[in-house]
């Protein structure tokens, strides 16, 4: 595909997604259309096995638009970054079609792992500004990351995740309860911690209780 073809397809993309878009010849300043054409390029570089060659290129693309793609992710059609600094996408992250980030997002690794690391994104899928989604899992098709959320396991489709960790609160368009929320399989442990202490709380205040009940009890016999 000629960079008119693309130029084509990324106004169609960012004008659903960007209203700020008033023009095609707009598209060549956008930092998402000018880091696609060099991951485009990139890719295809790093699947002949030419490494240096795919890491060169995406590094200049990094350099000059404050993305950072990994030549080896597979991304589908469609996608979109608005804004996009601080964007980082790992070598073995997978995107869907019509995936819409914002800036600050990381799609990472944990670290310890080897082979696929990284995410794999849905198909309409939209991350918000800051979000982290960290670890070899899925988010589903349709679903979407609020800003700032640290995504660390599997989110099915059709969800809505916020939070540090990411929490689930609405699936197919319906709100969770928050007593249904480990059901979800994405514990809070900071939540977790807060119920603890506040059960731990409560104890200690009724042994009070019963102690001072008892103290009273023994001095009133005492008088007698």
Request: proline letters at 5%; aromatic letters at 6%.
């Amino acid at each position: 595909m000629g960079i008119i073809s693309h130029m084509k397809e990324e106004f169609q993309v960012i004008k659903e997604r960007d209203p700020a878009i008033k023009s095609p010849m707009e598209v060549l300043l956008y930092p998402s259309f000018r880091v696609m054409l060099s991951y485009r390029r990139a890719h295809k570089q790093y699947l002949k096995g030419h490494y240096f060659r795919a890491r060169y290129i995406s590094q200049r693309a990094a350099r000059k638009t404050g993305i950072e793609i990994h030549p080896g992710a597979t991304i589908g059609k469609g996608f979109f970054i608005d804004h996009g600094s601080g964007v980082i996408i790992g070598e073995t992250a997978i995107v869907g079609d019509n995936v819409t980030m914002y800036q600050g997002v990381t799609l990472g690794g944990t670290g310890k792992e080897t082979g696929k690391r990284h995410p794999t994104i849905g198909d309409n899928v939209m991350i918000s500004a800051g979000a982290k989604i960290i670890g070899s899992f899925t988010v589903g098709e349709n679903s979407k990351i609020g800003a700032g959320s640290v995504v660390i396991e599997a989110v099915p489709p059709n969800c809505t995740v916020v939070g540090v960790p990411g929490r689930i609160v609405k699936r197919d368009n319906v709100k969770i309860p928050r007593s249904d929320m480990d059901q979800c399989h994405l514990p809070d442990p900071v939540q977790e911690d807060i119920n603890v202490l506040q059960r731990e709380n409560s104890e200690l205040i009724n042994r009070v209780l019963d102690l001072e009940k008892a103290v009273r009890a023994l001095t009133g016999t005492m008088k007698e």
